[in-house]
């Protein structure tokens, strides 16, 4: 079995079933396998999936959310002043699950499926739709609705001050958490801001380094400005 014959049992039999759904074939990048996605006019699903080669086959997949509003707000921001200098265009989908994030990032082989063949794949394929139905569809039901994101990664009583293994995940999570502030109308946005400011500080002083919340080269600095002015 190889890459080739991969892609064709994937689309074969998952397809359909997301197709179902709504979603439709997107450009599949050299690295995957398979990627469907579905768009409304405030909300964005995706879904993807690649393999890597040991001594057998590990399918790895996920489902992604995104706001274009949120990725255009990000994109303006990185066009100024870059989050990533690697990169040109943000990401499109901002937050999503997968069973490595359900399970145990830090040990993402224990639930990354391995195969060997057609059957065994075709098993895995029905573990996607299972995750779909029983996971992902409660999630992007929650998280559809940027004020519920905002919530959870926003809330004043339990801030976020890591970018890592949390739930929901949020891309670029210092910055693009004040976007999604902004964007669901937060009214304790400078709130917001002073403790993102403050998440930072932390984190900067873990490695003996000092954060200077007046220098707009950072997209921390740059954003809290940038995100006052702007027209909801």
Not at 107 to 122: N, V, Y
Not at 197 to 226: C, G, L, M, N, Q
Request: aromatic letters at 12%; hydrophobic letters at 35%; a negative charge.
């Amino acid at each position: 079995m190889n890459k080739q014959d991969i892609k064709k049992i994937v689309q074969a039999d998952l397809a359909p079933f997301l197709e179902a759904e709504g979603y439709q074939k997107a450009r599949v990048p050299s690295d995957m396998i398979a990627v469907m996605e579905k768009s409304q006019p405030d909300v964005s699903y995706q879904f993807s999936c690649h393999v890597y080669r040991y001594d057998v086959y590990l399918f790895d997949y996920g489902f992604g959310l995104g706001y274009p509003q949120v990725t255009e707000t990000l994109q303006q921001i990185h066009n100024h002043t870059p989050i990533r200098k690697e990169i040109q265009q943000v990401p499109r989908f901002v937050t999503g699950i997968s069973p490595v994030l359900l399970g145990d990032p830090l040990s993402p082989g224990k639930h990354q499926p391995p195969f060997g063949t057609e059957a065994e794949l075709k098993s895995i394929m029905q573990d996607v739709r299972t995750f779909y139905q029983h996971k992902f569809a409660r999630f992007s039901e929650t998280y559809s609705d940027i004020s519920a994101l905002d919530q959870a990664v926003n809330s004043l009583d339990n801030f976020r001050e890591k970018e890592s293994n949390q739930f929901p995940p949020l891309l670029y999570l210092f910055v693009t958490r004040l976007i999604i502030a902004r964007l669901a109308e937060n009214p304790q946005y400078e709130q917001v801001v002073e403790k993102n400011f403050e998440a930072i500080e932390k984190e900067w002083a873990s490695f003996d380094a000092t954060f200077d919340r007046t220098d707009e080269k950072r997209p921390e600095v740059f954003a809290a400005k940038y995100l006052r002015d702007l027209k909801i």
